[in-house]
């Protein structure tokens, strides 16, 4: 099997080094009297109004967008920058009431440091089985970091969960993972969907038999294989901004069968030693 780290390095390296060319979704609050009802509330004194929680999609749009125009950098020498801290509140109010126990608004607030702006670039609803609402997002931020007068670009990515609460929709659990820039393009296998099928499937799992050739659509990749136990297995990865893919889900059927998901996990159970 042909793994990446015998590809053409410079070109493998270009892939990762590239930043995001994706058009930025978050954009339904461009005027900033929507903020106006707002002005020097706590965030126990909001409401969230109904019709932005409608649908989950609405409820995450309507959210990083009210994002969008927060600013938590502690100030900079060109003045005010968007609305400044006065989205916070409302946004903090998008989580669900068991969310919002575990995580205080000033802890919230915290997670925003350094933070100017931010714009979400992908997000689409992840398979999850029974497990309810689950979307994957990334976003790119402009953060500003103290000494330095200069603001930089950064890249996360995470999980959404969704519940149903108080006639609207409400994150009821979310997770932020910081891009790098360095580690894919010098330790590339692990980064890449096809490389991980080749080693965990294929060296580590002996599963392979055929390999069924990618489908992608946009950022979504698709990597299917004919494997040794006599079905067929379907991963879904999706391709962030520094190149990397990570899998979102992971699909088996046995011929005619509907697909069903699965969650294997080749380290644990086909690596019978660590390291190997």
């Excluded at 080749?198 to 979504?220: F, M, R």
């Excluded at 990865?237 to 998901?261: C, H, M, P, S």
């Amino acid at each position: 099997m042909l793994l990446r780290n015998q590809m053409d390095t410079t070109s493998y390296q270009q892939k990762y080094f590239r930043p995001s060319c994706l058009p930025t979704l978050n954009l339904r609050f461009n005027n900033g009297d929507f903020f106006l009802p707002y002005y020097e509330k706590t965030h126990d004194q909001i409401q969230v109004p109904k019709e932005l929680t409608r649908t989950p999609e609405d409820t995450l749009l309507n959210y990083f967008s009210i994002l969008r125009e927060a600013e938590n950098m502690g100030g900079r020498s060109c003045g005010s920058i968007g609305q400044a801290l006065i989205p916070f509140p409302l946004a903090y109010n998008f989580l669900s009431k068991n969310y919002q126990i575990k995580l205080s608004y000033e802890d919230y607030l915290n997670l925003f440091a350094g933070v100017g702006h931010t714009n979400l670039i992908k997000l689409c609803q992840v398979p999850d089985g029974k497990r309810g609402l689950r979307f994957f997002y990334e976003i790119e931020t402009i953060e500003g970091f103290e000494g330095k007068r200069a603001e930089y670009f950064g890249y996360s990515y995470g999980f959404i969960q969704l519940i149903h609460e108080e006639g609207g929709y409400r994150i009821s659990d979310l997770q932020q993972h910081q891009e790098d820039f360095l580690c894919a393009p010098y330790h590339g296998w692990s980064h890449d969907g096809e490389s991980v099928i080749e080693v965990k499937y294929g060296n580590w799992c002996k599963l392979i038999q055929v390999i069924y050739p990618t489908i992608k659509s946009g950022y979504v990749k698709n990597i299917c294989f004919h494997g040794r136990d006599g079905a067929d297995h379907c991963l879904m990865f999706i391709t962030l901004t520094n190149g990397t893919d990570i899998e979102i889900a992971q699909f088996r059927k046995v011929g005619i069968e509907k697909w069903k998901q699965i969650k294997m996990k080749p380290e644990e159970e086909c690596l019978t030693e660590k390291g190997d």
